[in-house]
């Protein structure tokens, strides 16, 4: 999960990775002996050091970049070393564009070669554009050529990240799959080529539980190694992550503190997470899924609003009451069905709780 | 000391049990030394069984399995795989001919013993003992024991051709030697000091008989205890007074999936389908088996190219670099699968995990092996109930308030669930009572075999019953199958599995999404529940379960209701009659157990259903009436309510057909006559509504109808008939039901006194009491 940054670079609001932890990649580049695959600026291993943290022989401190199973990061670094792409899948909030950043930072030194895709993403920008101006006064050449993120990438060996590759039209996307399989990229209109030079490689993220997105060809999905980054593993690390963000969040709208509020807090996360998993927490009871996400990102919209409800209508702690409605709207997003899976989860579990009769009773309200 | 420093030494190969690796050497080195003998770590017993393991109807995974004679309940045994380092050698010296002895404590003892735990070496029972392989493995810097003992030894494969095949063993052995040294008697027990004293008394025995170019393969800890030097007059003395039981030993199938479990009768092998493939693959291990599992995605319709399998070969070989490790193992190859092959799912690695590195063996065993501590137990149990197996068909009738009958009754139902189909439960002729039961036995020669393979679950019938129940649960497709097997537990007393089974059949319903598999499931198990502690179960988890099941209808069934074609609402309307009458029940059952009034609220809860079936626009008439009759039947609606449901319901409006389902689900069923005989007022409804019905529909909702009143008893058919002949079409006035008075007739109740007195002869003093209070019942009910 983010951290802060230690230093910050001149006075820039976000600076980055590669700047802000400069300090860090340059303590690891000098005790790093391992071999480096062409055109690292560390070794694998040095890599996956710098994403999970540890401590170097000359006593420097490398902070964790990213808390979470060891494994993830191994298989990712290792998928570049290998010269896959590599494609990072996880719900919103997973840190997907964080491990991504990190990683062309370690990697190659530079995390600014990035294509956001959008649903208005276009082959320029996975591919190449032109300079009119250039182009009308001395016809198609090198100069009046405007290369994209990737072909830049390919050019210097350098790692290019792509980011929410779902959302990119299904053709653009599957411009992709000549630079990654036949790694060039031809340029029809000057009768040439570019061709990738050892080290680029391709970072890509994408939401795997969003709707109403350009799913991957096989075609393209054969080219990716997949890494799926999971959810928090236990309730404390998400309730902690939901506490920290919910503070931050609140400072800047200027609601009030809410002391009481982390037990209404881990409620909501005990709510998410269970019908997430499909199973209580104790692991008694399974559960039916609703067909939402229910991720960290949306229990932390959920407190806000709470928060936000609380502070301005009721008496500033947060309650039952004030997250009830929200947690309803997160979970049930498909009126038929997910009402079932709700209702079925008040009456089994919630109902059953002895402490949760004021959760129960508003949740029956808001339901009405 | 070390298997060359001394070459008239016995040739001491120490192993990890079940390492593929270890089985790979002992054999390198049984081949290299050719020994005189072979020993092997197991119990002495079995020595006359050893021969079997040359048939070629042998084939592993096997077990050897000791039990007590007199309690086929208590047995331990010693697994063997292909890849077992154990059944190498005994394979070895099968093939050389070369003599081969067990000698390992008997299980005479290890049976008599307390906690009898044979196999609590380097891969079992850490917590007993001090795990050496963990002190190995963190001294080399590993986390994981597993991982080390397969990245030093396991995974060290061909090494030099004819180098050294014992170097391994000498390390090992040095390992062990400084191991033991360093933590004392610490991590020793006193039972792993008895086993080694009998151990050398057993090698002693041999180097008497075959000289000393004999070799022994045990366990990786015992090698140095068995080199120590020891009198024999001590070792005697360790072993003296040992208790003893009487022992038999017999070759049992044995599956993958069992060694694999950590408990009971596992082995504590997490992947044994890796460690066979370890063991077979000739070279190139990691190609081989991701191969595999492309295979396997690919006949399971997951899109797996070469390509990909090339990729992830290259993606394990590199992660397995990036973590220091020789060779890539079990972890790299999976996470290589799951990023290239399953695109990051779980799903499908999850079939890999159960079908390849689990893997589905099933053992074999061959004809002549002796019986299975399981047959035996049946014949105990033939000869102590007085069942014969007989070949011909007979019935047998059982009174289940007999403690023998109730015992033959478990038994057969028991071998029902082993699949051993001695007996078939035939409906009984004529109305017997719930305590009789009649079976229909007959010994096929075909059911010995199928005993032989229900061996795997268990030593006696009800351990294996239990076993297979459990099983069968877990494996069960449909809530029905497993609240089938829920009732099968009870019928067959096996408590042990209702817990288990219990478990699944909760999972099953909150996961199952249609709410007509609930209703078929609920009636049977609300059975379970309320004729479980008729035959001494605890029937409080299953109640639990029970109402867990109800709370799920409640909730979805409304939902479920709604655009229904006719077939599957007269459907439906069944399933509403079974779960009202279960509810009921549960209802009754909770109210007797439990304190916190839920029984009662689960009522409610139902009730409240009801009404909204009743009352909700677009259902299918035959489920609105129904619901409207279940109402009235409990008193939950009086009848104004529920003329105005019909009224409602029978309106103009409303096309004749869905009309005629409403009074079908209404008037169905038992007793539906009366409800009309009893009420004019809706008779008046009926009958206003009928004579309303267009000429042309008439016809289609005839058969309906005739259906639903041909259904009545001639009683009630005729009464109606002549209510309605007498009565006019029109509703009666209020109060005024056809056949009967506005107001009470006093002199003609007064009439019936005197027969009632008759009739309670006895009770002279309450007579007038009586009569006062059959008169006011009389006036109460029109």
Not at chain 2, 192 to 212: F, S, T
Request: hydrophobic share 45%; glycine share 10%.
């Amino acid at each position: 999960m983010p951290g802060q940054p230690e230093n910050r670079v001149q006075q820039v609001l976000r600076p980055h990775a590669e700047d802000a932890f400069a300090g860090e990649l340059a303590a690891l580049a000098a005790a790093d002996d391992r071999p480096r695959p062409a055109r690292w600026r560390l070794s694998p291993w040095a890599v996956a050091t710098y994403l999970l943290g540890g401590t170097l022989p000359d006593g420097t401190v490398i902070t964790p970049k990213y808390v979470g199973p060891r494994r993830v990061v191994e298989v990712a670094v290792t998928t570049l070393a290998t010269d896959r792409a590599l494609l990072l899948l996880g719900v919103p909030g997973t840190a997907k564009t964080w491990v991504s950043e990190h990683l062309a930072a370690a990697v190659s030194g530079d995390s600014t070669l990035l294509v956001q895709g959008t649903a208005g993403t276009a082959e320029e920008a996975v591919r190449y554009g032109w300079d009119y101006a250039r182009l009308l006064a001395h016809g198609p050449s090198r100069e009046a050529l405007v290369p994209s993120p990737v072909m830049r990438a390919m050019e210097q060996g350098m790692t290019v990240r792509v980011e929410e590759l779902t959302r990119i039209p299904a053709d653009v996307q599957d411009s992709l799959i000549t630079i990654l399989s036949e790694k060039t990229l031809p340029v029809p209109e000057l009768g040439e080529e570019v061709q990738a030079v050892r080290g680029f490689n391709l970072v890509a993220t994408a939401n795997d539980r969003d709707r109403g997105v350009n799913d991957l060809s096989s075609a393209l999905r054969r080219r990716f190694n997949t890494v799926v980054l999971p959810l928090p593993a236990t309730a404390d690390d998400e309730v902690d992550i939901v506490a920290r963000r919910v503070d931050q969040l609140g400072r800047s709208l200027d609601l009030p503190a809410a002391p009481d509020g982390i037990d209404e807090i881990r409620r909501v996360v005990t709510v998410f997470r269970e019908l997430r998993a499909g199973v209580t927490a104790d692991g008694r009871t399974k559960l039916k899924s609703p067909s939402g996400t229910l991720s960290t990102a949306e229990a932390i919209s959920v407190v806000t609003g709470g928060l936000a409800l609380a502070a301005h209508f009721g008496d500033g702690v947060l309650r039952a009451g004030d997250v009830a409605a929200g947690v309803l709207g997160a979970v049930v997003r498909d009126p038929a069905a997910d009402r079932v899976v709700w209702q079925e989860y008040l009456e089994t579990v919630v109902r059953e709780r002895e402490d949760w009769q004021d959760f129960y009773r508003a949740c029956r309200e808001a339901a009405a | 000391m070390t298997p060359t420093a001394a070459p008239d030494a016995p040739l001491l190969l120490g192993v990890r049990h079940h390492g593929p690796g270890s089985a790979r050497a002992v054999r390198a080195a049984l081949d290299r030394a050719r020994p005189a003998a072979v020993l092997v770590e197991g119990p002495p017993e079995a020595d006359a069984l050893v021969h079997l393991a040359a048939d070629e109807d042998m084939r592993p995974p096997v077990a050897l399995l000791a039990h007590a004679v007199d309690d086929p309940g208590r047995a331990v045994f010693w697994p063997f795989a292909a890849f077992s380092p154990e059944w190498t050698a005994l394979r070895w010296a099968l093939a050389h001919d070369v003599p081969f002895r067990f000698i390992d404590l008997p299980a005479a003892h290890t049976l008599a013993s307390p906690a009898p735990e044979p196999d609590a070496d380097a891969a079992a029972a850490p917590a007993v003992r001090l795990d050496p392989l963990a002190a190995l493995a963190a001294a080399g810097g590993y986390d994981d024991p597993e991982t080390w003992w397969e990245d030093a030894v396991e995974h060290r494969r061909g090494g030099p051709p004819d180098g050294d095949v014992l170097a391994p063993f000498r390390a090992v052995a040095d390992a062990m030697r400084e191991l033991r040294d360093a933590f004392g008697g610490e991590g020793e027990d006193a039972r792993d000091a008895v086993r080694e004293a009998h151990m050398r008394l057993r090698i002693r025995d041999a180097r008497r008989a075959y000289g000393d170019g004999i070799a022994v393969v045990c366990g990786a800890w015992h090698v140095p205890a068995l080199t120590a030097v020891r009198t024999v007059t001590a070792d005697r003395q360790l072993l003296k007074g040992l208790p003893k039981v009487k022992a038999e030993l017999s070759w049992v199938p044995w599956t993958h999936r069992r060694l694999s479990r950590h408990s009971g009768y596992g082995a504590g092998i997490a992947s044994p389908g890796w460690y066979g493939h370890l063991f077979e693959a000739a070279d190139r291990p990691v190609e081989r088996w991701l191969t595999k599992v492309a295979r396997l995605l690919r006949d399971e319709g997951h899109p797996v190219s070469s390509a990909h399998v090339i990729e992830a070969v290259r993606l394990a070989e590199t992660l397995a670099a990036l973590r220091g490790r020789p060779l890539a193992g079990l972890a790299e190859t999976t996470d290589a699968a799951r990023a290239v092959l399953c695109d990051g799912s779980d799903v499908p690695l999850a079939l890999v995990h159960d079908r390849l590195v689990v893997g589905d063996e099933l053992g074999e065993v061959p004809e002549g092996a002796p019986a299975s501590p399981l047959r035996r137990d049946l014949d105990r149990l033939q000869r102590s109930l007085r069942l014969k197996p007989e070949a011909g068909r007979r019935d047998r009738e059982f009174d289940l308030r007999k403690d023998t009958d109730a015992a033959r009754s478990r038994l057969l139902h028991r071998l029902r669930i082993l699949g051993v189909g001695w007996g078939e439960p035939v409906v009984p002729r004529g109305g017997l009572g719930t305590f009789r039961e009649t079976w229909r036995l007959c010994w096929e020669p075909e059911l010995s075999v199928r005993l032989a393979e229900a061996a795997v679950w268990g030593t006696t019938v009800e351990g294996a019953a239990t076993a297979r129940a459990e099983a069968g649960a877990v494996a069960g497709a449909a809530l029905s199958d497993v609240t089938a097997l829920a009732e099968q537990c009870l019928l067959a007393g096996l408590s042990a599995a209702l817990p288990t089974v219990l478990r699944v059949l909760a999972d099953r319903a909150a996961l199952d999404t249609d709410v007509a598999h609930l209703c078929q499931a609920l009636p049977a198990l609300v059975r379970s529940v309320r004729y479980g502690d008729v035959r001494g179960t605890d029937a409080t988890a299953l109640a639990g379960v029970a109402g867990g099941l109800a709370e799920r209808i409640v909730v979805g069934l409304p939902a479920a209701c709604t655009g229904l074609a006719p077939d599957a609402a007269a459907t439906m309307r069944g399933h509403l009659d079974g779960v009202h009458g279960s509810v009921g029940l549960l209802a009754e059952v909770m109210e007797a157990t439990d304190t916190a009034g839920s029984g009662a609220a689960l009522r409610r809860r139902w009730s409240g259903v009801l009404r909204t079936l009743a009352s909700r626009d677009g259902l299918p008439g035959a489920i609105r009436g129904r619901a409207v009759r279940l109402l009235l039947d409990d008193g939950e609606l009086d009848d104004e309510r529920v003329a105005r449901f019909m009224g409602l319901a029978l309106s103009p409006g409303t096309p004749p057909a869905e009309g005629a389902a409403w009074i079908d689900g209404f008037l169905g069923g038992g007793a539906g006559g009366t409800v009309l005989v009893h009420d004019a007022r809706l008779l008046g409804l009926v009958d206003a509504w009928l004579t309303s019905v267009p000429a042309g529909a008439f016809t289609d909702v005839l058969p309906l109808l005739r259906r639903t009143f041909a259904a009545f008893e001639a009683g009630v058919r005729r009464t109606l008939g002549e209510q309605v002949r007498c009565g006019s079409g029109a509703p009666a006035p209020e109060g005024d039901a056809a056949g009967f008075g506005a107001v009470l007739d006093e002199e003609r109740a007064d009439a019936v006194l005197p027969t009632l007195r008759l009739l309670l002869g006895p009770v002279a003093t309450a007579t007038p009491a009586t009569a006062a209070s059959a008169t006011t019942n009389r006036g109460t009910q029109p």
